[in-house]
């Protein structure tokens, strides 16, 4: 039996399939708003706009890759039912959404999840199986169920489908927000990057995509760069301390990534003068909080070019202790 998941040249995500799932879901997700931010506008120095994907249902994006897979089943699978690993939004998305479609849904978590998350998924309607003890673990665990009880695995972020249905966030912040120059978006295992790098570059292609990664866990810039720096410890951004990024992502990343370097610390010399404006001043906001020890971002911004403003777009929950550019 070949692994799930396997990334062929024919099976992957593309803007026609985030549209696609955007259609074939319609009305099963919040339209989220995306909406001006004052306070962090004037601390950043750029006009922000943030994606409240703290609005969906479950509290998280991961419900819209959730829907966009499960909407694709064939009877058969529906009837035998499906199997996903996570330790929290992925979990619930899955739950959530099964139990509405009249799915069985099975979620391994690894042991050392919060009692919280196993509670809220349980509610939701998944069977909670505590297995291993990290995500790496409790996936193998997850594949082992497929293979032996003939489940459909629902990956949280290498999947065609799940990457198509958060793809959708990135067209809708388009729409509120037409004159973006930028969408900053946090990188995990890379699957709401992938899918909203794909939507905004369909709609508008001079858009800039930032990937934000914890320095702890720089599976993004090791992946484009071929690196090898390690990734481990403890961090406040445990949602996306992953050390490695999905095989979806590492494949689409050369037809829309222009640079794949860490977001460069600002020095007393003058910056590049090809430097955008709204770029330097993050920069120097990133060097500001170290000593905060946490830049908080929740959600999409936009970005307008004029002489006198600079625009940019955040994306959903990123929350650590140190923040490195990935793309």
Known sequence: MSAPNTVTPAALPT???????RERTKGQFIVT?????PALSQFTGCEVFVKYENMQHTGAFKARGAIAKLTTLSDAQKKAGVVA????????????????LGIPATIVMPRGTPFDKIRKTGDYGGKVVLEGDDFAEAA???????EERGLLLIHPY???????????IGMEMLEAAPDLDAIVVPIGGGGLI??????????????EIVGIETELYPAMINSLARGN????????????ALREVGGFLSRLSGTWSRKSS????????AASASTPLWRKRLQRVRVRHRSRRCWNTRSGSKAGKSASSSQAAISTPACCRRCSCAI
């Open 158 to 168: 290498d999947d065609v489908e799940v990457i198509s249905g958060q793809g959708v």
């Open 194 to 207: 992938a899918g909203i790098a794909l939507a905004a570059r369909e709609i508008k292609p001079e858009v």
């Open 229 to 240: 720096r390690p990734c481990g410890g403890a961090t406040m951004a445990e949602g996306i």
């Open 140 to 146: 193998v665990a997850a594949r082992r169920m497929a």
């Open 262 to 269: 860490p977001l460069p610390k600002p020095t007393s010399s």
């Open 33 to 37: 708003p995306t909406l001006h931010r």
């Open 85 to 100: 690993m996570s330790a929290g939004n992925h979990a619930q998305g899955i739950a959530f959404h099964a139990r509405r």
């Open 15 to 21: 803007a026609a399939s985030i549209r696609a799932a």
